[in-house]
């Protein structure tokens, strides 16, 4: 992602060629709005909720709700506050195995725990070796 100014990058990570839809509108989740709001006198936007496939706020294990910022539509160097008025929370009618909620909420703490651990580089003979062995096991 350094290389070339990060151009290109949605190819090489398959992004482009993914089934794994990616939300339309920033995504958010109620109870992290309100902890913000009490926290920090306002809400922000967190990044695990805006990650295509991530359907569960991690630390609530609730469904994550859309607000009514477009994430393609807009200028992408335009602010866009998380207000109570863009994140009105709605009431969904659909209802989800718990099996599948499960799977979506351990799917967020792996994605979570990717973006804030620091994963240092073992090379790329270590990693061959580590996916041999896997392969063989």
Same mark, same amino acid.
């Given at each position: 992602m350094l290389f070339n100014g990060g151009k *290109? !990058?949605?190819n090489t990570v398959g992004v482009t060629a993914s089934t794994v839809k990616s939300p339309g509108f920033l995504r958010f989740c109620p109870h992290c709005f309100v902890e913000d709001e009490r926290n920090y006198g306002e809400a922000y936007w967190h990044r695990i909720h805006q990650i295509p496939g991530i359907v569960i706020c991690p630390q609530h294990s609730v469904l994550?709700?859309? $607000? $009514?910022?477009? !994430?393609?539509? !807009?200028?992408?160097? =335009?602010?866009?506050?998380? =207000?109570?008025? !863009?994140?009105? $929370?709605?009431? $969904?009618?659909?209802?989800?195995?718990a099996e599948f909620i499960q799977e979506m909420q351990r799917l967020a703490e792996a994605a979570q725990w990717v973006m804030n651990t620091h994963l240092v580089s073992? *090379?790329?003979?270590w990693l061959k070796e580590r996916y041999i062995g896997a392969l063989i096991q």
């Amino acid at each position: 992602m350094l290389f070339n100014g990060g151009k *290109g !990058i949605h190819n090489t990570v398959g992004v482009t060629a993914s089934t794994v839809k990616s939300p339309g509108f920033l995504r958010f989740c109620p109870h992290c709005f309100v902890e913000d709001e009490r926290n920090y006198g306002e809400a922000y936007w967190h990044r695990i909720h805006q990650i295509p496939g991530i359907v569960i706020c991690p630390q609530h294990s609730v469904l994550l709700q859309n $607000s $009514s910022a477009p !994430i393609h539509d !807009i200028n992408p160097h =335009t602010y866009q506050a998380c =207000t109570a008025e !863009i994140c009105q $929370s709605k009431q $969904s009618d659909l209802q989800y195995p718990a099996e599948f909620i499960q799977e979506m909420q351990r799917l967020a703490e792996a994605a979570q725990w990717v973006m804030n651990t620091h994963l240092v580089s073992m *090379g790329l003979l270590w990693l061959k070796e580590r996916y041999i062995g896997a392969l063989i096991q």
